[in-house]
T-cell receptor, first 109, second 114 residues
Framework: AQRVTQPEKLLSVFKGAPVELKCNYS??????LFWYVQYSRQRLQLLLR?????SIKGFTADLNKGETSFHLKKPFAQEEDSAMYYC???????????WGAGTKLIIKP | GAVVSQHPSWVICKSGTSVKIECRSL??????MFWYRQFPKQSLMLMAT?????????EQGVEKDKFLINHASLTLSTLTVTSAHPEDSSFYIC??????????FGPGTRLTVL
């Protein structure tokens, strides 16, 4: 079964500290993985996708097929990074995304 | 980037009435749109896939007669909550898919049923 797991509901780190939001997936084929972010009172928006291999707002994520993970990382957290982060997987079904439960990231000053 | 709008952003209705929510892609055409429901402090729950010119595909457990979806044009999908009850109160979000498989989200509609 297709599944996305974000084990941490809440992650709180100090400004300037490294951040890693975990995402593991279950999918038998070649998945396409995404990270979406929702800032307070704003709509969901795409942060990055694994096929583009970009670094957005200092965040990176590497697809590790051996560990079936797509963890989101940033070396130095900023206060404006506080938001809800969702990991999502697109398998083979009509653009549908399988969503993780989300992780609320709080950056403490 | 692509812009998706929703209208209304907030609606309060009496129990038993119907409410229509619109989702529009403002600067692009979307053959596929999705409707989600989001409960407080929870993740998105996919309700249905809306395809232009065809019937919507509903997820298991979502009543198609209660949540009517119409995707009559390439820029508009509507979700009608029929005979709404307090348990239908929620945040409803739509998204539209662009050619590179990216989804753009609307700002959401807060529905409160009294």
């Amino acid at each position: 079964a297709q599944r996305v797991t974000q084990p941490e509901k809440l992650l709180s780190v100090f400004k300037g500290a490294p951040v890693e939001l975990k995402c593991n997936y279950s999918y038998s084929g070649s998945p396409e993985l995404f990270w979406y972010v929702q800032y307070s009172r704003q709509r969901l928006q795409l942060l990055l996708r694994h096929i583009s291999r970009e670094s957005i707002k200092g965040f990176t994520a590497d697809l590790n097929k051996g560990e079936t993970s797509f963890h989101l990382k940033k070396p130095f957290a900023q206060e404006e990074d506080s938001a809800m982060y969702y990991c999502a997987l697109n398998g083979d079904s009509n653009y549908q995304l399988i969503w993780g439960a989300g992780t609320k990231l709080i950056i403490k000053p | 980037g692509a812009v998706v709008s929703q209208h209304p952003s907030w609606v309060i209705c009496k129990s038993g009435t119907s409410v229509k929510i619109e989702c529009r892609s403002l600067d692009f055409q979307a053959t596929t749109m999705f409707w989600y429901r989001q409960f407080p402090k929870q993740s998105l729950m996919l309700m249905a896939t809306s395809n232009e010119g065809s019937k919507a595909t509903y997820e298991q457990g979502v009543e198609k007669d209660k949540f009517l979806i119409n995707h009559a044009s390439l820029t508009l999908s509507t979700l009608t909550v029929t005979s709404a009850h307090p348990e239908d109160s929620s945040f409803y979000i739509c998204s539209a898919v662009v050619a590179n498989n990216e989804q753009f989200f609307g700002p959401g509609t807060r529905l409160t049923v009294l």
